[in-house]
């Protein structure tokens, strides 16, 4: 029995990185979910790897209309929506290092980003993954009033 069984989850930004990460968390946790993503070809790939209850729909959320036509969607699926999470953050990823022109650049660039943080390193997207997946499921049913820091002792400093 997974975590999110019977329920249906939306992850924005889903075709790489945390969004990707989560949103294979969620489905092998039983739910039913919903992936956007800007490029078709990275959203095809998400899909293929969260198995026949996954959905996938090409839009950019902050288009009203692409909104529109997501939230129409779920809605026709019938089931509501359970959990929201709208994927945002960097952590050590293909996406990341492209930002630096080769990889040496890259490799300075995490190093750079890791000595800011208390632990060292920078964020796996399977870590920030498994915070949101024990917020959207009933483990947190007591926390309320709190935030819940996934970013390696950064928010303490």
Request: proline share 4%.
């Amino acid at each position: 029995m997974g975590l999110l069984d019977g329920k249906v989850a939306l992850v924005t930004g889903a075709t790489s990185g945390i969004g990707r990460a989560t949103a294979q968390r969620f489905a092998r946790e039983g739910a039913s979910v919903f992936v956007t993503g800007r490029r078709q070809a990275e959203l095809d790939a998400t899909l293929a790897g969260l198995g026949p209850g996954a959905r996938g729909i090409r839009g950019d959320i902050t288009r009203p209309d692409d909104l529109d036509e997501l939230f129409g969607q779920i809605a026709g699926h019938g089931q509501g929506l359970d959990v929201l999470f709208a994927n945002a953050g960097p952590t050590e990823t293909e996406g990341l290092r492209a930002l630096a022109p080769d990889d040496a650049q890259a490799d300075a660039l995490i190093k750079q980003l890791a000595a800011g943080l208390p632990l060292g390193r920078v964020a796996r997207p399977e870590e920030i993954a498994s915070a949101v997946l024990f917020l959207a499921s009933d483990l947190s049913s007591f926390v309320t009033g709190s935030e819940l820091f996934a970013d390696g002792g950064d928010e303490q400093q």
